[in-house]
């Protein structure tokens, strides 16, 4: 595969990315340990807790809204996942997403199953009209149906490859002001003027619930240190992917990958970027 570096021109924007660009936001993190507030899907909290804790970020998980305010003015970042909707939690995550845009918080939306449900596709356009989101990190069957195209999700799972998410992303961009990660096979990281490519991870990845909300995680944990929003979102899926790869070196199936996954997260390195980072930018 031929790839270039990110850090040439694309319409007229730089970043200082490659390998040395993503462990010095890494450094950031594990140097700063974020507080980033998650109000997610209990599928997923411990995982996700955990994985936070393994790049060396604070994750703390509260939906009370009673307790929002409270804690949102320690945090560095706000994680919205609607996995597992009802009346409070949305009612949570519009408090929340009101006083994160107070604070000038960094807000990073997973709208898990977008496209399966009214609920899920309605709530989740609520909260990018309300304004205040800084990343959208989704599957491609998400992007889709927010961008109002046609195609179904299986699920929560895409039936689409992330590829075919890339228009509707560069317009969701556009109209929220946001940046969108198209996770797949190769990961989109696309704003207003600007793609980019992480061509890195496994695929037995996708066997494991909860990746994709840990990828949304640790977005979170990068935008609290960097203020490119597409920055953050490319280090935290290169991280994500090369972690991936790292467990799947040592890994039997899709019981034991978590485990292995989290010690990647814990150990990886500049060494380990350098090796492993496989990324690009649009042509």
């Known amino acids: 595969m031929n790839l270039r570096p990110a850090s040439e021109r694309n319409d007229g924007a730089t970043l ?14 594990r140097e700063r340990a974020p507080l980033v507030h998650n109000i997610t899907n209990f599928v997923v909290m411990q995982q996700t807790a955990n994985a936070l804790l393994a790049l060396g970020a604070s994750p703390i998980m509260a939906h009370a809204e009673a307790e929002l305010d ?6 560095g970042a706000l ?12 009612s949570a995550m519009e408090h929340a997403l009101a006083a994160a845009r107070q604070r000038a918080l960094p807000v990073v939306l997973d709208p898990v199953g977008a496209g399966a449900s009214r609920l899920r596709t309605d709530t989740a356009l609520a909260l990018l009209r309300g304004g ?3 990343v959208l990190r989704a599957n491609a069957s998400e992007v889709l149906a927010l961008a109002g195209s046609a195609g179904g999700t299986k699920g929560v799972d895409s039936t689409h490859s992330s590829d075919t998410a890339r228009d509707a992303a560069r317009a969701l961009a556009t ?24 061509h890195n991870g496994v695929a037995m990845m996708a066997r494991v619930t909860g990746m994709g909300c840990t990828a949304s995680a640790l977005c979170g944990a990068f935008c609290a240190v960097q203020p490119d929003a597409l920055r953050a979102a490319v280090s935290a899926m290169a991280v994500m992917g090369i972690a991936g790869e790292v467990a799947m070196a040592s890994n039997r199936g899709p019981g034991t990958l978590p485990a292995h996954f989290l010690d990647a997260l814990d150990q990886i390195d500049r060494g380990e970027l350098d090796r492993r980072l496989r990324l690009d930018v649009s042509a």
Do not use: K
């Not at 994680?79 to 949305?90: C, E, F, R, S």
């Open 132 to 134: 205040g989101i800084t």
């Open 16 to 29: 200082n990315l490659g390998a040395a660009g993503i462990a010095e936001d890494l450094h950031a993190v």
């Open 70 to 75: 409270e804690l949102l003015a320690l945090a």
């Open 175 to 198: 109209r929220y002001g946001c940046s969108v990660v198209v996770s797949g096979v190769v990961d989109y990281c696309i704003d207003a003027r600007r793609e980019l490519r992480v």
């Open 79 to 90: 994680v919205l996942n609607i996995g597992t909707l009802d009346a409070h939690w949305i």
